[in-house]
């Protein structure tokens, strides 16, 4: 079965650090894979996605993420966090099925800042 | 550009009544509706598919009768929760896509359904 896998469900990170979001993926094929960024009570906003090509993806607010093949990885980067990036992190992957990209969703990760 | 939104952004009603819920592409016309629902501290579940013009595809464990989804034009789907109960109580996002592929799907802000 298809499963996108969000190993920490909690982050802490002091204002000015690095930070890095892990997400593993299992699918047959390798999937299209997205990170969404959630705050309390929105929907959800696109920070990056991969779809074939460049392994390093850069995407918006200054993160981005590496798809690693060999180890079904598709990890999410900042190199320095700002507190307004406290939120909840979620991967997905979708495969086309031809009725529409269906995407499954980890169990997300919230980061947390601390200034 | 892609911008979608969703109508009401919170609604409470009581059990046994019927609550629709708008979403709109705003920008673009979208092709494929996705309805989503997300439990508190929990990650988003995927309820249904809709495209323009045809039946909406439920995934397994979601009753079509009780989340009856409608995707009449190409800017607007609305998922409507009958005979609401307090389980039904949740937070339900849509998303859409310009095209089958849904390669790529913008996320509505969500509504937050309160049912006493």
């Known amino acids: 079965a298809q499963s996108v896998t969000q190993p920490d469900i909690h982050i802490t990170v002091s204002e000015g650090a690095s930070l890095e979001l892990r997400c593993n993926y299992s699918?047959?094929?390798?999937?299209?894979l997205f990170w969404y960024v959630q705050s309390p009570g929105q929907g959800l906003q696109l920070l990056l996605k991969?779809?074939?090509?460049?392994?390093l993806v850069q995407g918006i607010k200054g993160f981005e993420a590496e798809f690693k093949r060999s180890q079904s990885s598709f990890n999410l980067r900042k190199p320095s966090v700002h507190w307004s990036d406290a939120a909840e992190y979620f991967c997905?992957?979708?495969?086309?099925?031809?009725?529409?990209?269906?995407?499954?969703f980890g169990t997300g990760t919230q980061l947390k800042v601390e200034l | 550009g892609a911008v979608v939104s969703q109508h009401p952004s919170r609604v409470i009603c009581k059990s046994g009544t019927s609550v629709k819920i708008e979403c709109r592409s705003l920008?673009?016309?979208?092709?494929?509706m996705f309805w989503y629902r997300q439990f508190p501290k929990q990650s988003l579940m995927l309820m249904a598919t809709?495209?323009?013009?045809?039946?909406?595809?439920?995934e397994q464990g979601v009753e079509k009768d009780k989340f009856l989804i409608n995707h009449a034009s190409l800017t607007l789907s609305t998922l409507t929760v009958t005979s609401a109960h307090p389980e039904d109580s949740s937070f339900y996002i849509c998303?859409?896509?310009?095209?089958?592929?849904?390669?790529?799907?913008?996320f509505g802000p969500g509504t937050r359904l309160t049912v006493t």
């Open positions: 998303s859409a896509s310009r095209d089958r592929g849904g390669n790529e799907q913008y």
């Open positions: 809709s495209n323009e013009g045809s039946k909406a595809t439920y």
């Open positions: 920008d673009f016309q979208a092709t494929t």
């Open positions: 699918y047959g094929a390798t999937p299209y």
């Open positions: 997905a992957g979708g495969t086309f099925t031809g009725g529409g990209n269906k995407l499954t």
């Open positions: 991969y779809f074939s090509g460049d392994t």
